[in-house]
């Protein structure tokens, strides 16, 4: 498969590389980045397309280009399913989540959970939080990345992930957060127009999408599939993907991060709006080409279709390396977002409440330091990542399925109900995260064959978004039976909730200066996203 690539192609590939080190490492004020506001949240002082469009960047990874096509490819449009759910959740986080968190005055999505509860509860989260990162965000972006290198370059996965990891952990160390800011808008705008052309070349080839449509069966062009569906059932589309969508883009770090460092409640609410506008494309740039690798190569299985599609001869010379650099940058822009993730949720969780007469200049070594004991974990890590199942992205989904719910409850009902309190929130968090990684692990054995036994063989066949949505009821029942009417933990009841929740938002709307008008245009493009949303539902239906 390398020969499919040009040497003209190479250098596409190469001035990619070349640019976005270049914005990493030399386009940045040497004097920032010394204390915690600019290496973490880059001086909170991010505009509206910043936060859009870093967002969509840091969301949209190898595993959406391998995985979204790949699904698409086998199962049809149903997978695009989760892509149009986040556009909600955004909606939710701009207009009524953003507000909170901007006015609480965090670094961290955990810090907002000990302002909210207690310590305990802060330092569980941003461990779980790590530990999701690293199987999530990092193993199967690099795994996703591999499978492509593999077929294109003839590279192992060991082989990219080592290139990959060590150039973005560079950049990603120098620079902080602003330096992940910046090339995050460049590759953003890069992996977005990629994949357009890779869909215009691909319909062309296809004969348009009337020629698509002719040549897949019927079942590939339908969103909602049957309740029994083992992999998109529509009750756990509609009912369990938002429970993983609420943890994903309203209490990650990962993604609130972006929130976080925006200059203004306006900017963060207008940033998220757009980065809801972009997330109905992944359906057409992401989806429909596996589609198109299903038309032309009947022959393709699963995750193989886009590599496939990438190898052909479908893409003119140059085009392909240009191609070939969106998918670059949509691994990089996840990788070096981790990172920094990582590096504030230890350096602000963990070692600032202990060190609490620390220096900014060491907060932000630590910092550092942070970023290169990860890049050095996840390359020893690697040689493990054979246990990422075959269809990437619903492995993703599976996975965040587990430890979404307990998280999506506490952060739901902490910020609606007051008399939540700090143990039962511990509790909760303990147990069902208990319950998720348990169903993770027992997967995981199954599959291997070390757990035979028919009962853990049927828990582990439960469909993954049912599997959250029971999880997510039995983490809410036991969270409100334990402030409600066990009364756990009145002691540690929290009297600044208005303060940090309701109170907040009004003061956080006058500081942020918003008027009418951009509440208008703000509510007028809400409406617009919603009726195009439903109505790609309508048509798919």
Same mark, same amino acid.
């Given at each position: ?193 990629? +994949?357009? $052309? !890779?869909?215009? %070349? ?7 999408? *009337? @020629? ?5 069966? =019927? ?101 392909? +390396?240009? $191609? !070939?650099?969106? %998918? ?7 990788? *070096? @977002? ?5 590096? =504030? ?197």
């Amino acid at each position: 498969m390398s020969d499919s690539i040009s040497i003209y192609d190479s250098i596409v590939i190469l001035l990619y590389l070349i640019t976005v080190m270049g914005i990493g490492l030399f386009l940045r004020n040497r004097n920032k980045d010394t204390n915690t506001t600019d290496y973490f949240l880059a001086g909170r002082n991010l505009g509206w397309f910043a936060v859009g469009i870093s967002l969509f960047a840091v969301n949209i990874s190898s595993e959406h280009f391998i995985g979204l096509a790949g699904s698409g490819a086998s199962r049809g449009l149903a997978v695009a399913q989760f892509e149009l759910i986040a556009i909600f959740l955004l909606i939710l986080l701009g207009w009524f989540i953003a507000p909170i968190y901007k006015n609480a005055g965090v670094f961290t999505t955990p810090e907002f959970l000990e302002k909210r509860f207690d310590a305990s509860s802060r330092k569980f989260f941003s461990g779980l939080s790590i530990f999701t990162y690293i199987i999530t965000k990092i193993l199967v972006t690099l795994f996703a990345g591999g499978i492509l290198f593999n077929k294109i370059f003839g590279w192992t996965i060991f082989t990219s992930a080592v290139a990959i990891v060590l150039l973005t952990g560079i950049y990603t160390l120098v620079g902080g957060f602003s330096a992940v800011i910046r090339t995050q808008v460049f590759q953003g705008v890069l992996l977005f127009l990629s +994949g357009a $052309v !890779l869909t215009i %070349f691909g319909l062309n080839e296809v004969g348009g999408f *009337s @020629g698509l449509t002719s040549k897949l069966p =019927a079942e590939h062009f339908q969103m909602f599939k049957s309740i029994s569906d083992p992999d998109f059932p529509w009750t756990g589309i509609l009912f369990g993907a938002p429970i993983i969508a609420f943890w994903y883009w309203c209490a990650d770090h990962y993604m609130v991060q972006r929130i976080l460092g925006a200059n203004s409640i306006n900017d963060a609410r207008s940033g998220t709006l757009f980065a809801a506008f972009l997330k109905i494309f992944p359906l057409f740039i992401l989806v429909v080409p596996g589609l198109i690798a299903a038309a032309l190569f009947p022959e393709i299985k699963g995750d193989d279709a886009y590599p496939v599609l990438i190898a052909s001869d479908i893409l003119p010379v140059g085009v392909k +390396g240009f $191609v !070939l650099s969106g %998918f670059l940058a949509a691994i990089m822009s996840s990788l *070096s @977002g981790a990172f920094n993730s990582i590096s =504030a949720l230890y350096t602000l969780d963990f070692y600032k409440p202990k060190h609490p007469d620390a220096s900014e200049r060491t907060l932000v070594l630590v910092g550092r330091m942070a970023t290169i004991a990860i890049v050095v974990l996840v390359l020893l890590l690697v040689p493990f990542m054979k246990i990422i199942n075959s269809q990437i992205y619903i492995f993703l989904q599976s996975t965040q399925a587990y430890i979404s719910a307990p998280v999506t409850a506490v952060f739901l009902f902490g910020l609606t109900l007051k008399k939540i309190n700090a143990k039962s929130v511990f509790v909760t968090l303990v147990v069902g995260e208990f319950f998720g990684l348990s169903r993770f692990v027992l997967e995981l054995l199954v599959k291997s064959g070390f757990a035979a036994n028919p009962l853990f063989i049927a828990y582990s066949q439960i469909n993954y978004l049912h599997f959250t949505i029971y999880l997510f009821v039995g983490s809410s029942l036991l969270l409100l039976m334990l402030s409600y009417v066990f009364h756990l933990g009145d002691e540690f009841y929290n009297n600044n909730f208005n303060n940090i929740v309701w109170e907040g938002y009004t003061s956080g709307a006058q500081k942020g200066n918003l008027g009418m008008s951009k509440i208008k245009m703000n509510i007028l493009v809400s409406g617009i996203i919603l009726i195009v949303t439903l109505g790609l539902w309508s048509l798919f239906i």
